[in-house]
């Protein structure tokens, strides 16, 4: 892929910029990307951070790579069906969390690729396990936490290789 745009959704208690996102940044911006991060900090509620995912993507031109985090999995795939997306790399989506199962949503038709931890205590594997078959989405189950930072080395290769196939 060599033109387009790649838009970053940080998880639950992360930042628009932390190292993951600056990183997988890096991976893009060398695949000739643009680059966007979402700030949803002071936005708790997951519905507001799909209309705020939403309002950002409605001023951008042209097919989206849409990269969320935990929660920030979650809204992009949400906002998937509602924007022109080319594909969705997803680390540890927060699917089927305990008491918002019925809100776990129902991706776009495109290339999905998840990065998930077997060590998560925040989104069990399994989660990512069932929703990657029910959606036929690429799953890559690492040695590592919820956060993955350990790892970004292994995340950025796995983007770059996903961002090589569009």
Not at 43 to 59: H, K, S, T, Y
Request: net charge negative.
């Amino acid at each position: 892929m060599s033109t387009g745009r790649i838009v970053f959704s940080h998880g639950k208690d992360g930042e628009p910029w932390g190292a993951k996102i600056l990183a997988m940044a890096e991976v893009a911006r060398r695949r000739g990307l643009d680059v966007e991060s979402v700030d949803y900090r002071g936005i708790e509620d997951p519905a507001l951070r799909v209309q705020r995912l939403l309002d950002v993507c409605a001023g951008l031109a042209g097919e989206l790579v849409l990269v969320g985090s935990s929660l920030g999995g979650h809204v992009a795939a949400a906002v998937s069906t509602q924007v022109p997306v080319r594909g969705m790399f997803l680390l540890a989506p927060a699917f089927y969390m305990p008491g918002f199962e019925q809100y776990t949503p129902r991706p776009a038709s495109c290339p999905i690729a998840i990065v998930h931890g077997w060590n998560d205590d925040v989104v069990p594997p399994e989660n990512s396990i069932r929703w990657a078959r029910e959606h036929k989405a690429t799953l890559h189950l690492i040695d590592s936490d919820h956060r993955l930072t350990a790892n970004i080395e292994d995340v950025c290769a796995l983007l770059d290789m996903f961002l090589g196939r569009l």
